[in-house]
């Protein structure tokens, strides 16, 4: 391979995602005095909060329905009655506090301390722009990448191949030359591979993988490829 450059994802890539989305609702609840059991409360909103990103990468929901509907869907599960107006106010908090919780991936600093020295290295993250810059920038890895591509800055987002062609010509490199690493399956690497990208499967989940495809569970096991 002639890498030289390198996208990332973001969340459940880098940045921990799931620690602190649950330190932020904590503190979210806690800011707006509303008294929920939040190990139950998350133990509903994760596997919907997946859902409605999954609907929303594949356009079937808008960024505020995704917002919206995950939490009303949640506290239906849970039988709490709350209003439109209490809804929004969790969702508008939520997003305020969620950068203030910067826990990183083990090793994620030593690797792209690593990796700075020889590549270019980007960002592709369909999470939402006025969020995804300040997570990089207070978990203290921004200096690290030469371009953040968004989904909305790009107009379309993973898997669709237009985000990946954008990200490649907004760094001036070739699909020979670009590498993706990512944690979702469809949407990082499928989406970078149809894209003509070589990939890297960021398994820490552990799932089956066919063996054509590059696949890792530690981000320091980066340096056994690059």
């Keep these: 391979m002639q ?3 390198i996208f990332f994802d973001l969340d459940h890539t880098l940045w921990d995602f799931e620690t602190n989305s649950d330190l932020a609702f904590k503190k979210t609840f806690q800011n707006l005095q509303f008294k929920v059991d939040l190990t139950k409360f998350l133990n509903y909103y994760r596997p919907i909060n997946l859902k409605y990103w999954k609907l929303y990468r594949e356009e079937k929901v808008t960024k505020t329905q995704l917002r919206y ?4 869907e949640t506290f239906d599960f849970l039988k709490i009655e709350v209003t439109d107006e209490l809804i929004e106010a969790i969702s508008v908090e939520y997003i305020r506090v969620l950068p203030e919780n910067n826990q990183l991936f083990d090793g994620t600093n030593e690797i792209l301390e690593h990796l700075s020295l020889k590549y270019q290295m980007h960002i592709i993250t ?3 722009q006025e969020v995804q810059h300040l997570k990089l ?3 203290g890895i921004s200096h690290f990448f030469n371009q953040i591509i968004t989904s909305e800055s790009a107009g379309v987002q993973k898997p ?4 990946f062609h954008h990200a490649m ?3 001036n490199t070739t699909p020979q030359e670009s590498i993706m690493i990512g944690d979702n399956w469809e949407a990082d690497i499928m989406g970078a591979y149809h894209a003509g990208m070589n990939v890297i499967f960021f398994n820490y989940h552990q799932e089956p993988v066919g063996e054509n495809i590059k696949s890792i569970t530690h ?3 980066l340096k056994q490829y690059l």
Excluded: C, T, W
């Design 3 to 5: 890498i030289k450059h």
């Design 69 to 72: 509907g995950r939490l009303r």
């Design 126 to 128: 369909n999470g939402f």
């Design 137 to 139: 920038e207070k978990s």
């Design 160 to 163: 669709h191949p237009d985000i």
């Design 169 to 171: 010509n907004v760094a």
């Design 219 to 221: 981000l320091l096991q």
